[in-house]
């Protein structure tokens, strides 16, 4: 294309929008806006700007549901299913976008977009320009000129075919003018377009190689082969001509807008980041580079001091600290700096300034000296590491923010900051750069103006978080739950859990040879040596030369995937094998090497990180490594536990961890009278469960009654869902829904708790744990079913899950004063879900057996009694 080359883009709105809804799974952002529509669309529009870079541009719409086309034929687009409402409420956010992008948009009454399009290229190619259609419908391809091309998506977004004549040419043999004849013949599905009965592409294709238009065609019906056919032509004649005029784009609608009005310059970033930020498409924003960067807010000026010496002027009674790490993350990164922020105004002290101060070390261990920071553990953790002790701090920005909206993505302080409308810092990848360009900047100042912003940040946005979380009721649970636990989670951190290097080699060296063996054995079975590790040549085995039945079928094959080889497993023994090979490769590479990769050299230990601010339940999840997740249901997965040992000579581990705790808490929550009973009289709660929803004794439950009536009580601790309990018994949709109703009808007071909370949420959007965490879930009032169905689950579920998660580290705050009040060397190690794993001298064995059972039962007062099991031994596998 010349430089000044003229170039109309033209886009079939409607058309694109469809195929963007229909091609990307149902997204809504935090507001329970659906967004699917509106990204395909806008991701489309950025991929046109970048590659076409149109002079002028235009989105034509529909306006409205009848044309002129209707007069001649009212079935027109008959069939067509009506807008589902979640692509309708799409389209205004679609046309806000347009504006800022600052994109031109059109629509003519009486008329389709497909005219307006026809009209304005038409218009175009006269003018000398060069004209591109972007439409997911097949009709513009009649369009196709030596100066108009027509770009239609197929699946997806990205999947576009591009029709010149050329193209036209070779894929039908037709000249683009032709497609309207061929319309005519074999009619159109999609628009409800008749064409003849019985002649389908092939057909047209070949009459119109004949006889080149219609018109010809149906004047020379004498000299088509085939009597029957004839027939056809013949009867349908007319219907033929005005399915033709129904297909053809009108090229004269009386469009009041040309080329000047189309003129395309740029878009208003600012605008763009707005709507992006509103919808919650975070990757656009990040996408957006030097554009976006033209978008971000003016930074205020901050004056701020390099401390090469510590005086009172910055050890004052009231701060704030931003301790920056540079790394993959704190346990491994580098401290390279503190910003701090006071009454007298805002520093960046040197991390060797810091270290080398006993003032600073002496302020920083001061409990009087009130501190606010982000992320409390990490700043203990990382302090700690430099011999600097961190008391006295009174509020954590990331844990305000995650008790205010835990389903608020993304804990770098930036976007936190944003949240609660600090916007004068920028990303951390502005300052240290992305990937591997990623380093420390040579200039001093820039890093230390970064920090300062940080700390100042704290400062200011702390006062509003306090306040919202005593709207909200939820300072208690901030100031007596997630803040000194931070403390105790640091503290765990740093501790770290002892581990037998040489038994995990070992158990890899045995687990190697197991692989080896079951390898051996499914050769043997499959009659040949394959990579079992290639579905490709996995699915050839199975289906093709085993004759397995096919269940699902992927791009590149069929499917070998973990839920269509249990289907499979009782067709063939091979399968058992692979299934176990998959599991025991799992086991091998995730957990067994994948411990040995990050235990210290020096001190055999692992230091996992707690994830505080993470998951929307509260439960507090584990990383680098994830201890919590280490599979257990296998053997081979719990002997991974022996690997797990105390730190020191003549100690133990012990384990405690709650019996039913959520199945407890529903009883409590739901106040039901029968399961509140069978906790207060010690029953076992499955049998009771099978006794009333099977009307029998206790005598006449049988091990599968009392497994069925156990599915269900953890189900509906999870949001039951018939599906779901058909999928884990094994049994009928309807069977599953029967089971249920009559648990529900035995359980009056949990059915209650399940209508009474479902409501709760839609009135408030979100629902609340026992101390008041709260969660929102937004698409509980979506009108799609399946989103709903998800919220309902959701909201029944989240005040059992978070309770019991509130409840475990109430225990962990109250264990750890009690082992201090006690003085005693036992040390708290892991969480993992309901349970706590300390490790303890054998001398203190004793009284940690009448302790922390005491102290985790008391944590909490429900109206029914905690329970607690314990075991310990020279392992964490044999603390069971």
């Known amino acids: 294309m010349g430089k000044n080359k003229k170039k109309l883009v033209l886009i079939d709105g409607n058309s694109i929008a469809y195929r963007a809804f229909f091609a990307l799974p149902l997204l809504n952002n935090d507001k329970g806006i659906h967004t699917n529509a509106v990204y395909g669309f806008t991701t489309m529009l950025q991929k046109i700007l970048d590659e076409e870079k149109p002079t002028h541009l235009l989105v034509a719409f529909d306006a409205g549901k009848t044309t002129f086309r209707h007069k001649t034929f009212k079935e027109y687009k008959g069939g067509r299913q009506k807008t589902p409402p979640e692509l309708s409420e799409q389209f205004p956010f ?56 027509v770009a239609i998506t197929r699946k997806g977004m990205t999947d576009i075919e591009v029709y010149t004549p050329e193209h036209i040419k070779e894929k039908y043999g037709l000249a683009p003018e032709q497609i309207i004849d061929m319309k005519g013949l074999m009619g159109d599905n999609s628009d409800n377009i008749p064409g003849v009965p019985g002649v389908g592409e092939k057909t047209a294709i070949k009459l119109l190689g004949q006889f080149e238009t219609l018109e010809k065609l149906l004047d020379s019906i004498d000299e088509v082969s085939g009597k029957k056919l004839k027939e056809k032509l013949e009867e349908f004649k007319d219907q033929a001509i005005m399915s033709k005029e129904l297909a053809t784009i009108m090229r004269e609608a009386p469009v009041e807008i040309g080329m000047d009005d189309l003129q395309y310059e740029e878009w208003n970033a600012d605008k763009v980041v707005a709507i992006y930020k509103e919808l919650g498409f975070n990757s656009l924003l990040e996408k957006m580079g030097s554009e976006g960067e033209t978008a971000q807010e003016e930074m205020k000026d901050l004056s701020y001091e390099i401390v090469n010496e510590l005086t009172d002027e910055h050890l004052t009674s009231e701060a704030s600290l931003y301790i920056e790490i540079f790394g993959e993350n704190y346990q491994v990164g580098e401290m390279i700096g503190i910003g701090l922020n006071n009454k007298n105004g805002n520093y ?137 636990l931070s403390i105790i989670l640091a503290d765990m951190e740093a501790t770290g859990v002892k581990v037998d290097v040489q038994r995990l080699k070992d158990m890899n060296k045995d687990l190697t040879e197991r692989l080896k063996q079951i390898e051996e054995d499914i050769f043997k079975m499959a009659g040949e040596e394959f990579n079992i590790n290639s579905p490709k040549q996995l699915g050839v085995v199975l289906f093709e030369k085993l004759g397995l039945p096919v269940i699902k079928k992927t791009k590149t094959g069929y499917s070998t995937s973990a839920d269509v080889l249990e289907k499979l497993e009782s067709k063939h023994d091979v399968v058992r094998q692979i299934l176990h090979y998959r599991q025991l490769g799992k086991l091998q590479s995730t957990y067994i090497e994948g411990l040995l990769k990050v235990v210290h050299e020096d001190s055999h230990k692992v230091h996992t990180r707690f994830n505080q601010a993470l998951t929307q339940t509260g439960r507090l999840s584990s990383t680098d490594p994830n201890l919590q997740n280490i599979p257990i249901r296998l053997e081979e997965g719990r002997k991974i536990r022996q690997a797990f040992i105390p730190s020191q000579e003549g100690w133990v581990i012990f384990a405690a961890d709650y019996s039913q705790i959520e199945l407890r808490v529903l009883a409590h929550i739901a106040n039901d009278e029968k399961l509140v009973e069978a906790f207060k009289e010690n029953m076992d709660i499955h049998t009771k469960t099978a006794m009333d929803v099977f009307h029998v004794g206790k005598d006449e439950v ?159 007062s429900l109206e029914v009694p905690l329970k607690v099991d314990f075991a310990y031994g020279s392992t964490w596998y044999d603390a069971k």
């Open 94 to 149: 679609i046309r806000e976008l347009l504006n800022a992008y600052q994109i031109k948009q059109y629509e003519l009454e009486n008329y389709e977009a497909d005219d307006i399009i026809g009209t304005l290229s038409l218009q175009a190619e006269k003018d000398g320009y060069e004209v591109k259609v972007i439409s997911g419908d097949k009709d513009l391809t009649q369009l196709s000129s030596d100066h108009t091309t």
């Open 348 to 484: 960046f002290i040197p991390t060797d300034t810091a270290a080398g101060s006993e003032r600073f070390k002496e302020w920083a261990a001061d409990e009087n000296k009130k501190k606010k920071v982000f992320d409390a553990k990490k700043s203990i953790v990382s302090l700690q590491k430099k011999g600097i002790d961190l008391n006295g701090v009174e509020f954590d920005l990331l844990i305000a923010s995650y008790i205010l909206n835990p389903s608020e993505s993304g804990d770098d302080f930036a976007s936190v900051a944003k949240r609660h409308g600090y916007h004068d810092v920028q990303p951390d990848e502005a300052v240290y750069g992305k990937g591997a360009k990623r380093k420390v900047p040579d200039d001093e100042a820039v890093l230390a103006e970064h920090l300062a912003r940080k700390a100042a940040g704290i400062n200011l946005v702390a006062s509003d978080c306090v306040d919202g979380l005593k709207e909200n009721h939820q300072l208690e649970l901030f100031l007596d739950l997630e803040l000194p």
């Open 702 to 860: 049988t091990s599968n009654m009392r497994r069925q009536a156990k599915a269900v009580n953890f189900g509906i601790v999870y949001g039951i869902s018939d599906y779901g309990l058909s999928q884990s018994l094994g049994i009928t949709r309807k069977e599953a829904g029967e089971f249920i109703d009559r648990y529900l009808e035995s359980f009056p007071g949990v059915k209650e708790y399940m209508t009474d909370i479902v409501q709760e949420a839609k009135q408030n959007g979100y629902v609340s744990t026992l101390l008041h965490r709260r969660r929102y879930i937004p698409e509980i009032t979506s009108r799609n079913f399946n989103l709903r169905s998800f919220a309902e689950r959701t909201a029944m579920n989240t005040p059992i899950q978070g309770s019991a998660a509130d409840i475990i580290k109430l225990a962990m705050i109250q264990m750890a004063d009690r082992l201090k009040e006690e003085n005693l060397e036992t040390r708290l190690l892991l969480q993992v879900h309901d349970e706590l794993i300390f490790e303890a001298p054998e001398k203190e064995i004793e009284t940690l057996k009448k302790i922390v059972p005491e102290v985790m039962e008391n944590a909490i």
